[in-house]
């Protein structure tokens, strides 16, 4: 649910509405907002109060206009200017609408009455806090000087740019770019009495310091503390108001600040403390060196984590291009020399098998020939010529190296049985394919074997098969770097490989991916890298057909060990970075005492302020801005204790609470202002009886005892004392700070000053003080409400704050006419409607009082229902229905009610007595039949 409030003129041409959401999504999402502008006012608290304009909160959909603004700090005048100079740029002729939680409409309400007051300063603050509904809050508008406001001088600021999210855009459309915006000097008194308002020029740079109240607030009531001091130009007033206007805001600190809790300063930065300020401490969560240790660190730490990123990844990416390249070019390289070796094998295979199949070859030369071919070429250990018949291998010739066979103890079976193993594969070579199969298996040493067609009678009808040594071509397959290289068939079995067990096993590669792509891709050449679970790790691979039986060669590398001195390099920088950062630490640690030392004395010296005490032993230990600042912090201590002794002598003659709004708004309270307001006024009776039996020593005692004890209940009950008149008080309810139920609280005061004041007669009593007339000394009083003229009136040497009007000359007349009721407290009706759920009240007559035309009905105020006994009730009810016969001219029998009042009350009732009175007076001698009722006192 939204309450809306009614529209503000804001910052000239626009309009302003504040919208109270009750933090409930549903209520929030009915807003539409398409007739203006939306802000959605968030707070934060860091190390001060800041405000923003932010997002919608949750997540929840808003498709129209709104502005967003990052969080800003209510102190930063500067960023609070330009803020009000963007919003008027931005809404000017539209309407603006704010939406805020409950609980932070003080704070929304003084931000924008801030922000209209910088944007135009010559608007009276006093009409900007009403315009705001901020009167009788605390104002937070920029402290004024002369009708000028003093405020951070900035010659060139950047700020971020006031952002317009919704329709109005695609996007967002910043409606002022970032830029350098330069904010004129305003000009500063030269006699200024705080020399932080002055430029200082500092090695030829230009130092800013300003007079800020920026000081901690309470989280209940984050403004309490940003209050302003205006100052009129008025001749004879000016010292005047320069002392309150330095004094406020130091004193404020003080009173907020002492009570606070304290906890020790961190020992190394307080060698330098005087003794009473070592022992007092401040509570920081991050201490400025820490801050610049981790700046610095954070700024370290980042450069060189860059430097090393960037670093590493060049050099691994440079490591990669080359370790591609070299892959690839080792396949190409040993593919090349093993399909040269392949087919030389071939080519030799078939001048054995022509050896074999020439007819007309004498037998010795054929046996010959072979065994001369054998001793040669001694890795071929078996070859055979097969002819088809019904798809089967169907051996016609085959020969042995019989040498090699004796030494290896293979027998002519195994190489039938190798035959026998692999014959569907064999057989491929009569569809006139190439065949190449590892043939280690059953065998001691590694072998491959190949099968090529051959023609006899002019038809490829027979089948070349090849057994020959792995030695052959195993050379170029041995482990030499951090490559492994590799040879598979086109079935995907090995045939070549550093690992000698695997040739043997005739192992399956086909799970490699390597093996895979290099199986099913149609170039005889490819790269990829790939994870490979059996091998654990990522590997790059490059492959290279050989371009015979569909076999390759293929060469891997762990990019773990190809990247090894990348990752060495990359753990070097880091140690180095390491070191170099601890390095810095060290210097950062050492050479940040130089400034923390001095701003903790500033932080020392605040909390004794704060505390009342004035005298702070530092000096400046340092020549540049921090040294500067320590000066005139002293000087400031200074004139602070001076204002001190003013403040306390005015706060003993003045109360608090106007002493306060005066600082505050002096000009303001000078002007005076019609206000709705609860007079009080009480008067001791017989008090010349009293004062004359007693000596001028028990007489002020007296008085003082009395007039402390009532006081003490005015204040309690937020009434305002408006000055003694010897034994009678004047108080205010209701200013010049407004008071809740200020007519309730005006009646608990006087029920209970009645009571208090029984309480001292028994006391004077049972301890035999003063005079018998002083020990029964009773008191009077009377109450009214309405509009009064409040404010300082005097002259402009001497003024006093006060009330004027008739709402106060008729509450002194309540408090005479006590007396001749014999009431205490005699109250109208303006203050019995607010009070009768509470209060016990009877209606005792309907009067015109001197000075008045108008009847008044008057009530006594008897006491709070829940202590009241019943008796006293009853005796004001039967007083009243006396009171109503009494009007009607029914004299007998008001006169009947009047006595059975008096006789419930159990004591003489003076009013009962009185209207007896009139009632046996107006039965001799009627008052007519226009009689209105109305009795008219001649006397005060």
């Known amino acids: ?555 891997i590398v762990s990019e773990e060990k190809a990247f090894g001195d990348v990752y060495k390099s990359q753990r070097t920088n880091l140690y180095i970075a390491g070191i170099g950062l601890c390095s810095a630490l060290i210097f950062v640690f050492f050479f940040s005492k130089t400034i923390t030392k001095p701003v903790l004395q500033l932080l020392s010296a605040t909390l004794e302020i704060a505390k009342g005490n004035f005298k702070i032993g530092i000096k400046p230990t340092t020549q540049d801005e921090v040294g500067l600042l320590t000066k005139y912090f002293i000087d400031m201590g200074q004139g602070l204790e001076e204002r001190e002794k003013v403040k306390n002598i005015l706060g003993s003659m003045i109360d608090p609470v106007v002493v306060q709004e005066a600082m505050v708004d002096l000009a303001a309270l000078k002007r005076g202002s019609e206000t709705h307001i609860t007079a009080f006024f009480s008067d001791v009776a017989s008090f010349s009886t009293i004062s004359e039996q007693l000596k001028s020593a028990d007489l002020a005692a007296l008085l003082n005892e009395y007039l402390s004890a009532m006081t003490l209940l005015l204040k309690k009950h937020e009434g305002v004392l408006d000055k003694y008149i010897g034994d009678a008080i004047v108080g205010i309810f209701n200013a010049p700070v407004p008071v809740v139920d200020h007519e309730l609280k005006a009646a608990r005061a006087s029920v209970d000053m009645v009571m208090k004041l029984q309480e001292l007669r028994e006391y004077w009593t049972t301890n035999n003080l003063y005079s018998k007339e002083a020990q029964v000394m009773d008191a009077r009083i009377g109450l009214n409400s309405g509009p009064a003229k409040v404010g300082f009136m005097g002259t402009d040497a001497l003024a006093s704050y006060t009330m004027m009007g008739d709402t106060v000359n008729l509450a002194a007349r309540l408090e005479a006419a006590g007396k001749d009721y014999g009431v205490n407290i005699l109250i109208t009706d303006p203050i019995r409607e607010k009070i009768q759920e509470e209060m016990v009240t009877r209606y005792v007559d309907l009067v015109r009082v001197k000075g008045k035309n108008e009847p008044v009905r008057i009530h006594e105020l008897i006491g709070y229902k829940s202590i009241i006994p019943s008796n006293l009730i009853e005796a004001a009810k039967y007083y009243e229905e006396g009171f109503t016969e009494y009007l009607n001219q029914n004299w007998t029998k008001a006169i009947q009610l009047f006595k059975q009042s008096e006789k419930s009350k159990g004591s003489k009732d003076k009013s009962s007595q009185m209207l007896i009175e009139r009632c046996e007076e107006y039965s001799l001698n009627s008052p007519g039949n226009d009689w209105d009722g109305v009795f008219t006192r001649t006397h005060k």
């Not at 970032?178 to 932080?196: A, Q, R």
């Not at 199949?357 to 097969?386: A, H, M, S, V, W």
């Not at 490699?512 to 005889?524: F, G, N, Q, R, Y």
Request: no cysteine; glycine share 6%.
């Open 1 to 555: 649910m939204l309450e809306i409030s009614a529209e503000i003129p804001f910052l000239r041409t626009s309009k302003l509405t504040f919208l109270v959401w009750d933090e409930t999504p549903d209520s929030l999402e009915t807003w539409k907002g398409d007739e203006g502008i939306t802000i959605f006012f968030q707070t934060r608290r860091t190390m001060e109060l800041e405000f923003r304009f932010g997002p919608p909160p949750w997540g929840i959909s808003f498709q129209n206009d709104r502005f967003e603004y990052p969080y800003v700090s209510i102190h930063n005048i500067s960023s609070n200017k330009y803020l009000a100079k963007s919003l008027a740029s931005a809404t000017e002729g539209k309407n603006l609408f704010v939406i805020f939680s409950k609980s932070l409409e003080v704070e929304v309400r003084s931000v924008f009455a801030r922000l209209e007051y910088l944007f135009d300063d010559r608007i009276s603050p006093d009409r900007i806090t009403h315009k705001f509904g901020l009167t009788g809050k605390t104002s937070s508008i920029p402290e004024m000087t002369n009708g000028k406001s003093k405020e951070i001088e900035t010659k060139s600021l950047s700020f971020p740019p006031l952002e317009l999210v919704g329709v109005s855009g695609k996007a967002k459309v910043r409606l002022l770019q970032l830029t350098t915006v330069g904010i004129p000097e305003l000009e500063t008194e030269k006699k200024s009495s705080n020399p932080l308002q002055e430029s200082n020029h500092t090695n030829g740079s230009q130092v800013m310091n300003v007079q800020t109240d920026e000081v901690e607030l309470d989280p209940n009531h984050p403004y309490d503390l940003i209050e302003s001091s205006f100052a009129t130009s008025e001749e004879g007033n000016s010292d005047l108001n320069k002392n309150e206007d330095d004094s406020t805001n130091s004193k404020i600190k003080e009173e907020k600040h002492s009570s606070k809790e304290e906890t020790s300063i961190t020992n190394q930065n307080s060698t330098d403390v005087p003794n009473h300020l070592a022992e007092t401490s401040v509570n920081t969560k991050f201490s400025l060196q820490l801050k610049m240790m981790g700046v610095i660190s954070l700024l370290f730490v980042l450069s060189v984590a860059s430097i090393i990123i960037f670093a590493s990844f060049y050099f691994k990416r440079s490591i990669e291009l080359q370790l591609r390249d070299n892959n690839i070019r080792i396949a190409e390289i040993i593919g090349s020399k093993v399909k040269s070796d392949v087919l030389g094998v071939v080519e030799k295979g078939r001048q054995i098998a022509i050896t074999l199949t020439t007819q007309g070859l004498p037998e010795e030369d054929r046996k010959l020939l072979l065994k001369t071919f054998f001793k040669n070429d001694k890795e071929f250990i078996y070859l055979g010529i097969f002819e088809r018949r019904e798809n089967t291998l169907v051996m016609k010739r085959e020969v042995f190296n019989e040498e090699e066979l004796k030494k290896s103890a293979v027998t002519e079976d195994d190489f039938h049985a190798v035959v026998n193993r692999n014959r569907d594969a064999l057989a491929e070579a009569f569809n006139g394919q190439t065949v190449l199969l590892n043939s280690s298996p059953g065998f001691v040493e590694p072998s491959f074997a190949i099968a090529i067609p051959t023609a006899e009678n002019g038809e490829l009808d027979n089948a070349l098969v090849i057994i020959v040594k792995l030695e052959k071509i195993i050379g170029a397959f041995s482990k030499k770097g951090i490559e492994t290289t590799f040879m598979v068939n086109g079935q995907g079995i090995v045939l070549a490989h550093p690992k000698e067990d695997l040739v043997l096993a005739a192992t399956d590669l086909t799970n490699m991916p390597i093996v895979k792509a290099m199986l099913t891709s149609a170039p005889s050449t490819g790269q990829m890298s790939y994870l490979d679970e059996e091998l654990g790790g990522t590997y790059l691979g490059s492959f290279q057909k050989i371009g015979f039986a569909d076999a390759g060669v293929i060469t």
